[in-house]
Nanobody, 112 residues
Framework: VQLVESGGGLVQPGGSLRLSCAAS????????MGWYRQAPGKEREWVGI???????TYADSVKGRFIISRDNAKSTVYLQMNSLRPEDTAVYYC???????WGQGTLVTVSS
């Protein structure tokens, strides 16, 4: 199993960024995929989960701003982040469930 996140970087408040998580080594289309984040000095928290191609849930802190999508043909899950705030600064991880497996993370910094 391998999960490789990409797309992180520095963005100004109010800006947008899209993260990607390329998966391999398992049947991607049958697996829920999650996005989590860990801010400096804080515990890791969930951002949202793609339960299936057309069913996604989100944490209240990102609802209405972040969108998770997936391309089963490319075995990739995306996190579109809009209206970014300084408090969104964190390392973002994707996660496979059952059994659990984490990517290495990608850093997102929201700062002017």
């Amino acid at each position: 199993v391998q999960l490789v996140e990409s797309g992180g970087g520095l963005v100004q408040p109010g800006g947008s960024l899209r993260l990607s998580c390329a998966a391999s080594g398992f049947t991607f289309s049958r697996n829920p995929m999650g996005w989590y984040r860990q801010a400096p000095g804080k515990e890791r928290e969930w951002v949202g989960i793609s339960h299936s191609y057309d069913y996604t849930t989100y944490a209240d802190s990102v609802k209405g701003r972040f969108i998770i999508s997936r391309d089963n043909a490319k075995s990739t899950v995306y996190l579109q982040m809009n209206s970014l705030r300084p408090e969104d600064t964190a390392v973002y991880y994707c996660k496979k469930f059952n059994p659990d497996f984490w990517g290495q993370g990608t850093l997102v910094t929201v700062s002017s």
